[in-house]
């Protein structure tokens, strides 16, 4: 692994015995010691303490920065009020996705948050399209942690009573442990919590004060990704891609009325034709919630079929496995429109057998955002 | 106890054999969500797919050690795949098997040999 790149806190996940994998070109810790089952578990009770550093954090800068975004973002950026967070992707000419983020308003300048796989891409794409009438500059001087979980609130106020302040999707700058750190009530868990932006050399002395807290254990990628799928949340590359559009996404939520056909700021990014065209006549298929009826987890790449036999596939899971507070397998992924109500049983061909899964709403925990 | 290089372990019961995997392979598995076993009954030659066992990370197949019948197989794990992981060698255990050949049993590791395998 000598040629990934580390976050600031690698040193620290090895002392605390993490497992350490590749991915997006950095080794990350995928568990520590507890496992997986029990990290999703004390996440959901208490706290836990992700390090994402590996994604990609970037300002834009400039007079015109919301507008400029959204060129190339479908959602309202401009109308997010200062200090406040909104989802959103980067689409591409036809309407595919190219990227999920996190935007915030932090006053003079746009935080973006994206993909570590994507980073790269994203920035250029900003820069390309952006400057110079705007800046687009990458922050590679922060590592960015996630605190999750329902004792988050307690645990970061006991650092700055501030904390406890802020209500889902705020940002603000806070002080923490002595670093200036770019916090936002939000994260990808289903859970409340925190992500908080912390200049690299605060980095370790921020997160071993947090976890000497007694509710706080670090937290690997697996159990991000068992937490993520109870919480009915697209994994970028997996649930959602260039091949997805935010409709058959079941992300139509995210693009405000004010940037759909008829709103003041319709259109004007790319891939808005094929995307409004979508929205007036509908989808194909569509990203639903899959719960296997029975013990087998079914995992991205299963196809499903609309019934017990017979050769018409109609989807495949994107993301599946099992979920440790529902206590049973989940799942998500595409099937055709006339699959996709609540309620509906397919077929997941696993090992050369057809096995039922029920359409289900997500997310399949819920949610516990402090509103 | 003998050991396989696919990280089972095998204990002589009488005229049949308890086959589980190790401590060392549900380590490296995580932790163990759904066990699917063989039918009592079944006639299986080594190296058969016999057992379909899922952790939180992945698929993987336990193979048969021997040519034999599966005489029985553990309820209780697929009820509670966790077992597997709590007690890999005790409790855990898979299946047991009835060898044609119980000199197959010979192919296989003993304890130091397999712990210079793991080291």
Redesign the interface.
């Known amino acids: 692994m000598s040629d990934l790149l580390q976050t600031p806190l690698h040193d620290l996940h090895v002392e605390r015995g993490a497992k350490m994998v590749p991915f997006a070109g950095y080794a990350m810790p995928v ?1 520590y010691k507890l ?4 990290e999703h578990e004390h996440t959901r009770a208490k706290a836990g303490l992700f390090d994402v550093s590996h994604m990609g954090q970037v300002r834009v800068s400039g007079d015109n920065a919301a507008a400029a975004l959204e060129k190339l973002i479908p959602v309202d950026i401009i109308g997010l009020g200062e200090s406040r967070q909104r989802y959103g992707f980067f689409t591409n000419e036809h309407g595919g996705i190219m990227d999920d983020l996190m935007l915030a308003n932090r006053g003079d300048h746009i935080f973006v948050v994206v993909n570590a796989a994507c980073k790269d891409a994203d920035i250029a794409h900003m820069k390309n399209h952006l400057e110079p009438d705007v800046m687009v500059t990458p922050v590679p001087d922060r590592a960015l942690f996630a605190l999750q979980g329902p004792a988050a609130e307690a645990v970061l106020a006991a650092l700055n009573p501030a904390a406890a302040d802020m209500a889902f999707m705020d940002v603000a700058t806070l002080d923490l442990n002595g670093a200036e750190c770019w916090v936002s009530r939000s994260g990808y868990t289903g859970e409340d919590g925190y992500e908080i932006s912390v200049p690299n050399d605060h980095a370790v002395a921020l997160a071993e004060t947090l976890l000497a807290h007694d509710d706080v254990e670090p937290i690997g990628l ?1 159990a991000r990704d ?1 937490l993520r799928l109870e919480g009915g949340l697209c994994l970028y590359g997996h649930d959602i891609d260039t091949e997805t559009t935010p409709i058959q996404a079941a992300l139509i939520w995210a693009i405000q009325k004010v940037r759909r056909a008829g709103g003041d700021r319709a259109g004007g990014f790319p891939g808005a034709d094929a995307i409004f065209s979508e929205m007036a006549e509908g989808v194909s298929r569509k990203r639903v919630g899959l719960i296997p009826e029975g ?3 079914m ?1 991205e790449g299963v196809p499903l079929f609309a019934d017990a036999e017979g050769d018409a596939q109609i989807g495949a899971i994107t993301s599946g ?2 979920g ?1 507070t529902v206590g049973s ?1 989940v799942a998500m992924g595409y099937v055709a429109t006339a699959q996709a109500s609540p309620g509906t049983t397919v077929y997941g061909e696993l ?1 050369g057998k057809r096995l039922p899964l029920t359409v289900s709403k997500m997310p399949f925990t819920p949610a516990n955002f402090k509103r | 106890m003998k050991y396989t290089e696919e990280h089972e372990w095998l204990r002589t019961e009488g005229d049949v054999v308890v086959v589980g995997i190790t401590e060392h392979a549900t380590t490296q598995l ?2 163990i ?2 066990v ?1 076993l063989p039918e009592v009954g079944t006639t299986v030659a080594k190296d058969d797919e016999a057992v ?1 066992i ?1 952790s ?4 993987s197949d336990i193979v048969a050690p021997l040519d034999g019948e599966i005489v029985e197989v553990n309820e209780a794990l697929a009820e509670n ?1 966790g077992l597997a992981n709590e007690d890999a060698v005790g409790d855990g255990w898979f299946f047991k098997i009835k060898p044609s050949d119980p000199s197959q049993m010979d192919d296989y590791m003993d304890e130091a040999a397999y712990k210079d395998l793991i080291a």
Request: charged share 30%.
């Open positions: 568990q496992g997986v089952m029990k697996g068992s013990r087998a987890p995992r496995g099992f440790p397998p090992r | 995580g932790d969500v759904f699917e379909v899922e939180v990370k992945a698929a795949p």
